[in-house]
């Protein structure tokens, strides 16, 4: 008995680990409201998790910046997005280093080469991964994000423009 | 103790416990010297001696087991890897889920029934199946990530697993799930510290704390159970520290990029922490060993900061050559240093690891000496013969600290 009270302590941790993994998305999901974004893909295989779409979003980004973006201040680390109404779709307003006041905004991080929102890859099997990437390389398509009030996202869909 | 095998008659009938060949002539040896010592009379001896039976110990059975879990787990992964659309995400991962925990049961329920049969709970089948749990948990947190679209390339899935694969070890004490858990955690960590910056000292750090923190594990496993952990902690840290020392070793390594991030700082910190409760828990000589890594730690980040002119753009100079020469010699008494402790605790992988390891490095230096002086064929016969000559000296060297120990310590 004591045996199993252990191994289930065991696999309620590792359950819970799980949960942790994937804490922004699962939040994102239950909590968040949705915001949709003009998105372009940029290009790939993951080892763990096969074929993938690598996504950009040109109205998050510096215009006249690196694709994907990124963000020359000297600093790295956790960098803000917030997010302003344009028309159906919504663009960054001014990247800042300190967690905005209020919402809505997207939590990144740049400590890596670019700047990451948890919503740059959509994984799909591989013909279909390459049917995206087709039609997103042509008009370009929306996506749809799931965002809390802590600026954790999920991506939960894409479609055509 | 040995006169009340007598009186406690076995209730069932026991099965024989598998032992090497060695390990049984050996006890042949001894009992039959405590029987001609009246220490054991005939009818004990034979009950002592009718336990065991010389087996393999990793025969090719247990092979099979345990390249058959492995390939279950990889190839779960793989099923994740290969994003199948015909079922949706949720479906997918309790699928995976499913088998995860079928596989955790399943070992359960063996070492249960081995436990039942008064046989050690542990056996190639339980452990390849426990293995096979501990590759199918990493099933689940990518196929969650997967379902939940984390994006790709994500160390902290890798890390996760781990912690995982590490937790359930510990809660079985299997050393199947012990191995899954610490290669996931050490590909987490070094892929995180890179992550976070790239630089060489960065690499080079990351190996040598990762050294540190096993060493100083496995010393405390010396003291707490499982202590049979001990020996694959030992393992891993021999491994990172011969591995980061090689890195640091290596001319074009230097420090440039270097931020000491977040991860970094705490695993210096852990490490510096479980290296003192090593020197004060620790039961023998060998608790110094966390200090020694935090030695060569020290060593290799001087190697990788020290700014020779080639680094700085100029050419060789007597700092490149002093380095050279202070990397070899500090590398040679660091692959010593493994090879003495793989004598001492009995452990030929360890004394291996570091002869190939002195054999890898040699060739590795001699191969960036000679290539400014000689190229094409007549390279390859001088490294030839520089590999084999220092396998031959290293080989020789081997045997006699093993001769000379054996006689220090008998």
């Known amino acids: 008995m004591n045996r199993i009270a252990v191994l289930g302590a065991c696999v309620v941790a590792q359950l819970a680990l799980v949960g942790l993994a994937t804490y922004d998305q699962l939040s994102a999901r239950a909590f968040g409201e949705e915001y949709r974004f003009l998105v372009q893909p940029v290009d790939p295989h993951d080892p763990f998790r096969g074929s993938y779409v690598d996504l950009d979003y040109p109205d998050l980004r510096d215009p006249d910046g690196s694709v994907p973006a990124s963000f020359e201040d000297g600093d790295q680390g956790p960098l803000y997005i917030p997010l302003v109404r344009d028309g159906d779709l919504w663009v960054r307003g001014e990247y800042t280093r300190t967690r905005p006041d209020e919402g809505p905004y997207l939590a990144c991080d740049d400590g890596d080469w670019r700047i990451r929102c948890g919503i740059e890859s959509w994984f799909a099997s591989a013909s279909e991964a390459r049917r995206v990437e087709r039609e997103l390389a042509g008009d370009g398509a929306v996506a749809t994000v799931r965002i809390d009030g802590r600026g954790n996202a999920a991506l939960v869909d894409l479609s055509s423009r | ?410």
Do not use: C, K
Not at chain 2, 209 to 221: C, K, N, P, Q
Not at chain 2, 237 to 260: I, K, S, Y
Not at chain 2, 375 to 392: C, E, Q
């Open chain 2, 1 to 410: 103790m040995l006169a009340d095998m007598n009186t406690t008659a076995p209730s069932a009938p026991r099965s024989l416990r598998p032992v090497s060949p060695r390990q049984l002539e050996w006890l042949t040896d001894e009992v039959r010297s405590w029987e001609a010592e009246g220490l054991v009379d005939e009818q004990q001896a034979a009950s002592i001696l009718g336990s065991y039976r010389a087996g393999r110990r990793f025969g090719l059975g247990r092979l099979m087991l345990y390249l058959g879990s492995a390939f279950i787990g990889v190839g779960l992964i793989w099923l994740v890897a290969s994003n199948l659309d015909q079922f949706p995400p949720l479906a997918r991962w309790l699928v995976v889920t499913a088998i995860w925990l079928g596989l955790v049961a399943g070992a359960h329920l063996l070492s249960e029934r081995r436990r039942r049969h008064r046989l050690p709970d542990s056996s190639p089948v339980v452990g390849a199946v426990r293995g096979g749990a501990a590759l199918a948990f990493g099933a689940v947190i990518f196929q969650a990530a997967q379902s939940l679209q984390v994006p790709a390339y994500e160390p902290a899935l890798v890390g996760f697993w781990g912690a995982g694969a590490l937790l359930y070890a510990y809660a079985v004490r299997a050393m199947a799930p012990l191995t899954v858990g610490v290669t996931a955690s050490l590909v987490w960590f070094v892929w995180q510290v890179l992550a976070d910056a790239e630089s060489g000292l960065g690499v080079v750090l990351a190996f040598l704390v990762g050294g540190v923190i096993a060493a100083a594990v496995s010393v405390l496993h010396r003291r707490f159970e499982p202590a049979g952990f001990a020996v694959v902690w030992r393992e891993v840290g021999a491994l990172l520290v011969l591995v980061g020392l090689f890195v640091a070793a290596v001319p074009d390594v230097d420090g440039g990029d270097f931020r000491m991030t977040a991860t970094l700082l705490v695993a210096v910190l852990v490490a510096v922490a479980l290296a003192a409760l090593a020197l004060a828990l620790g039961r023998d000589v060998t608790r110094l060993l966390p200090l020694g890594a935090l030695a060569v730690a020290s060593v290799g980040t001087g190697l990788v900061a020290w700014e020779t002119d080639r680094v700085t753009g100029g050419s060789i100079g007597a700092g490149d050559w002093l380095q050279a020469a202070l990397s070899v010699a500090a590398y040679v008494l660091v692959a010593g240093a493994v090879a003495a402790l793989g004598i001492l605790r009995d452990s030929p992988r360890l004394t291996w690891l570091a002869l190939a390891a002195l054999v890898v490095f040699t060739t590795f230096q001699s191969f960036a000496v000679f290539s400014q002086v000689i190229t094409g064929a007549w390279l390859f016969v001088v490294l030839g013969l520089v590999f084999v000559g220092s396998g031959l000296v290293f080989d020789r060297a081997r045997r006699e600290l093993e001769s000379t120990l054996e006689g220090e310590l008998s």
